[in-house]
């Protein structure tokens, strides 16, 4: 059918701009979709780092965080015709594992993942089974749309913690999911809520995006600047970073009966964590991770004007220019990056 570019990775935290062909369909229930926009996630630099943090196949296109518009289905796809804009649930589950029969299927030991072990979306065109695609109003702007994913993996976290506008939340990081929990966080009603952050231009960045208070841990006494401004310290910490060293810091932040969310990925990460103050304490420990159940729920949000998730989009580039969009990140010089694989629109 003809070439398509796509941002393939090599192994060894190289990622390489490659001319390939355009995916066909091979099952009657494959869909084929001109990607519109994906999103650069921190699993990608995780990914990329060297060891790496998170793993892929080398030799996969990467994006996991992606839509598009149907270009063409396979014979026995029912739900979906060309033309049609839709969203990716990245994770391809097996289904018939002791998790996926029990409702845990975002946990499959067996999945699949779009953008590291599958084709993803940092290529012009992808094949997705039908059973993995979700209906995109296609009045949602693009760079809102490509946030779908990390949209739905917050709002898994959200549904967690149960935050009510009263609760006391303090949140670590301030890069691209860190920007997202707080847009929500705030159309929770939370009004208490302070961010870490040592990033300068991030700081800026969660301050525009609704944070009460903005704080520096290589330079603030984090406990006692909570204790001065609230009384008291956090009913809710959350992790968006994933560095070990916030797990031991947290705990000692926590009221009694306090959660802590841990969302960050890093699995070169390791952390030293007192138990005792978890078990005097009666600490809620609990991690989060992407779920299908919840994309419906981000797809209804972007829809409300009041989320304002296109305030964290930083910038805007075309699929040859993602290797800039990568080392932006790399140097926490940007928020959301949004890639367009077929033109910027």
Not at 301 to 315: A, N, T
Request: glycine content about 8%.
């Amino acid at each position: 059918m003809g070439k398509m570019l796509a941002a393939v990775f090599q192994g060894n935290g190289v990622l390489k701009l490659e001319e390939r062909e355009i995916p066909q369909i091979i099952h009657p229930t494959d869909v084929r979709i001109k990607v519109t926009a994906a999103g650069i996630c921190g699993s990608d630099l995780h990914i990329l780092h060297v060891p790496p943090a998170q793993y892929a196949k080398p030799g996969t296109p990467m994006g996991h965080e992606f839509f598009g518009v149907v270009d063409e289905v396979g014979a026995e796809v029912t739900q979906y015709k060309p033309g049609d804009t839709v969203v990716v649930d990245n994770i391809q589950k097996c289904h018939v594992c002791e998790y996926c029969r029990n409702g845990m299927d975002n946990l499959c030991p067996d999945a699949e993942i779009y953008g590291q072990t599958l084709p993803g979306g940092f290529a012009q065109y992808a094949v997705i089974p039908e059973a993995q695609l979700l209906p995109m109003p296609s009045a949602v702007k693009p760079e809102l749309a490509a946030q779908t994913e990390p949209l739905a993996c917050v709002m898994n976290g959200m549904k967690k913690i149960n935050p009510t506008p009263d609760d006391k939340v303090l949140l670590y990081g301030a890069g691209p999911i860190g920007l997202t929990f707080i847009r929500v966080l705030k159309l929770y009603g939370v009004k208490n809520l302070a961010v870490c952050e040592m990033a300068s231009e991030r700081k800026e960045w969660a301050k525009k995006c609704g944070a009460d208070l903005v704080l520096d841990s290589s330079q603030d006494d984090v406990k006692e600047v909570l204790q001065e401004k609230w009384g008291s310290l956090c009913d809710i910490v959350i992790d968006a970073v994933g560095a070990g060293s916030i797990f031991g810091e947290a705990v000692h932040l926590l009221q009694a009966g306090g959660r802590l969310l841990i969302f960050g990925q890093n699995a070169n990460a390791m952390s030293q964590v007192p138990p005792a103050v978890i078990t005097r304490n009666e600490l809620t420990v609990m991690g989060t991770y992407c779920a299908h159940h919840t994309f419906p729920t981000a797809i209804k949000l972007l829809q409300d004007e009041r989320l304002g998730l296109e305030q964290i989009v930083s910038h805007k580039l075309e699929l040859k220019d993602i290797l800039t969009g990568i080392e932006l990140l790399k140097q926490q010089k940007a928020c959301r990056v949004i890639i367009y694989p077929n033109g910027i629109q």
